[in-house]
C-alpha cells in the first residue's frame, strides 16, 4: 500500500519526517530515494526529532557511511552514495545495523538489495515542493494515513 504526500518547504519535509517518525519502531529500515537534493537527509532530521535527537545532528557527512545517534531508540543514518559495489558495501558491515535494534534510514537505498519496512520516494517538482510517495505494509499506511490527517489539520 502506498501514501503520496507533498512538502512545499524544508521545514514541511522535517515535520513529515516527525510525523513518520513517530510510527517507527526499534528494527525498523527505512529505504529513501530521489537524487541528490531530493530532501532525504532533510526527512532524516524530522525522524531523529521524533525521538528526542537534535536534527543538527543529521549532516551529509562526505565520509562517514554510517552515523549512529542516540535518542528514545537508537537512530543509524546509513548513506550509501559513495559505496561501490558489494564488496565495499559488506565491509561497512551494514547488516549489523540492518539485523539489529535500532531504526535505521538509509539513503541511496538502491545500492542495498533489502526488503524495507517502509520505501520512500521523493521526487522534485518546482521550486521548493516535493513529492513523497511512502510505500508500505497496509496498516503502517492507515496509521500514517490517520497522523498526516492530523498534521495536515494543525496548520
Ligand atoms: N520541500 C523540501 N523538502 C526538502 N528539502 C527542500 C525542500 N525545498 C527545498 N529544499 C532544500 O533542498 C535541499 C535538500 O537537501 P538534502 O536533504 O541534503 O537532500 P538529499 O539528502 O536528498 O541529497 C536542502 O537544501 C533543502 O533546504
Ligand atoms: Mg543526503
Redesign the pocket.
Known sequence: MSISVK????Q??IELGYTVGRLLKPGDVVC?Y??????????IKGVARALGIDEKEIT?ASFVIIAEHYGEHPLYHIDLYRIEGEDSLFDTGVDEYLQGDGICLI?WAERLNYQCSLSIK?EVGD????AFSIEGPEERITNLKKALRAWRKKE
Open positions: 512538502t512545499s518547504s524544508a514541511e519535509t529513501l530521489g537524487e541528490l537534493g531530493a530532501g532525504k537527509t532533510t526527512f551529509s539513503e521523493i521550486k521548493e515542493e516535493r
